[in-house]
Antibody, heavy 122, light 109 residues
Framework: QLELQESGPGLVKPSETLSLSCAVS??????????WGWIRQAPGKGLDWIAS???????YYNPSLKGRLTISIDTSRNQFSLKLTSVTAADTAVYYC??????????????WGQGSLVTVSS | QSALTQEASVSGTVGQKVTLSCSGN????????VGWYQQISHGAPKIVMF??SLPSGIPDRFSGSKSGTTHSLTISGLQPEDEADYYC???????????FGGGTELTVL
């Protein structure tokens, strides 16, 4: 069974860059059938998809955040990462990494990490 | 405003059958299967239904159905441990994005 673990700073200053990594264990990140994704949840709010990537580097970004986002994958370290630039208080959230399983046209978020709280504050 | 619409809250008693709904349009639910995610006490979400299929380990009191651009999650024989927030999600072809509903808070009375 796959396990995912987010890591990154819990506090980021406004206008700076938020960087998070997700370490994958229990399987290879190079599995061709999987995408790997980030989802966030602001305090007291619902889930919001951020971005997804597969082993070959195909990416999908939330249009509302595109331009500030970079998702990348490191197959040698079996992890994938997220960078979000020019953060504001509105980016304060719990950030989850997750596997995106299934087939083209029929995918779902299968395994989730425990989440990493990121607070944007000076 | 979420692309998918869910009830804000639903409640039921132990043993009762409850149905949660998720409404979208022809670009999302009308085209792609829907996933339902259970989030207990703000912990990590867990998938409990995909389309009409039950993921491994999920009790068979959970079931899914679709009518047009609305997908429903039914819990037959409600249990105290089912109390949670439930979110629906699918791909939206016009937005080129995964979309989530606003979530339904399920209370077991």
């Amino acid at each position: 069974q796959l396990e995912l673990q987010e890591s990154g700073p819990g506090l980021v200053k406004p206008s700076e860059t938020l960087s998070l990594s997700c370490a994958v264990s229990g399987g290879s990140i190079s599995r061709s059938s999987f995408f790997w994704g980030w989802i966030r949840q602001a305090p007291g709010k619902g889930l919001d998809w951020i971005a997804s990537i597969n082993y070959s580097g195909t990416t999908y970004y939330n249009p509302s955040l595109k331009g500030r986002l970079t998702i990348s994958i490191d197959t040698s370290r079996n992890q994938f990462s997220l960078k979000l630039t020019s953060v504001t208080a509105a980016d304060t959230a719990v950030y989850y990494c997750a596997t995106v399983a299934g087939e083209t046209g029929a995918r779902y978020f299968d395994f989730w990490g425990q989440g990493s709280l990121v607070t944007v504050s000076s | 405003q979420s692309a998918l619409t869910q009830e804000a809250s639903v409640s039921g008693t132990v043993g009762q059958k409850v149905t949660l709904s998720c409404s979208g349009n022809s670009n999302n639910i009308g085209r792609y299967p829907v996933g339902w995610y259970q989030q207990i006490s703000h912990g990590a979400p867990k998938i409990v239904m995909f389309g009409n299929s039950l993921p491994s380990g999920i009790p068979d009191r959970f079931s899914g159905s679709k009518s047009g651009t609305t997908h429903s999650l039914t819990i037959s024989g409600l249990q105290p441990e089912d109390e949670a927030d439930y979110y629906c999600s699918t791909w939206d072809n016009s937005l080129s994005a995964w979309v989530f509903g606003g979530g339904t808070e399920l209370t077991v009375l």
